[in-house]
């Protein structure tokens, strides 16, 4: 893990300094888990704890198959540098938003929709890392809902910029298609 954490402060510039301990540890190796999951998210609060520790987990147990990751604990325990590690690990971005004075609904919702086009149209896996104190009305906290359930915010886009994604989707359609049909043609299968 120190190899990592290396690697993560020579590339960053904000490095952090940590102290890798077991508990610390095993964090990391959590959130790098759920990360690596089939649309893994993660979602961030203020208190360190894990429900069920790993060796009291059974596989057929719902709360191995989670897809979200809440982290909650006091103010400085860890839990954004525990996440952004194991981001850096599995060399996905970290995208934070920047909360001003001034930064409103309109601000938000440009913000979400940038995220979910880099993340959708662009296939750049990213972790959108949201803490308690970043909230600046109740709505933030709705669409951060509609996301980790449905995926979508209902009418984020205007009908240009849905044209544009289905534009980009079907390009990238077309590309998957036809590099799947080349590989057919190379291993001689043919679809009946």
């Excluded at 089939?38 to 987990?57: M, Q």
């Excluded at 952004?84 to 060399?91: G, Q, T, V």
């Excluded at 289905?166 to 009946?192: C, P």
């Amino acid at each position: 893990m120190e190899y990592y954490l290396g690697e993560y402060n020579a590339a960053s510039c904000s490095p952090m300094r940590l102290v890798m301990f077991r508990c610390a540890l095993d964090h990391v190796s959590r959130c790098a888990r759920v990360l690596l999951q089939d649309n893994g998210a993660c979602a961030l609060t203020s208190c360190t704890t894990w429900d069920v520790p790993a060796a009291e987990r059974k596989p057929e147990d719902p709360r191995e198959v989670l897809r979200n990751l809440l982290l909650v604990g006091v103010g400085g325990s860890g839990r954004s540098s525990a996440v952004k590690l194991a981001a850096s690990i599995l060399e996905m971005n970290v995208v934070q938003i920047e909360i001003s004075r001034v930064y409103g609904p309109s601000e938000w919702r440009d913000d979400v929709r940038k995220l979910l086009m880099q993340a959708g149209t662009l296939g750049r896996p990213l972790v959108f890392l949201f803490a308690d104190n970043q909230v600046m009305y109740e709505g933030m906290v709705e669409d951060i809902n509609m996301i980790l359930n449905t995926g979508d915010i209902p009418n984020i886009y205007g009908m240009e910029e849905k044209v544009e994604i289905l534009e980009k989707m079907q390009a990238a359609l077309r590309e998957s298609l036809s590099a799947i049909g080349s590989m057919m043609r190379a291993d001689n299968v043919t679809l009946a």
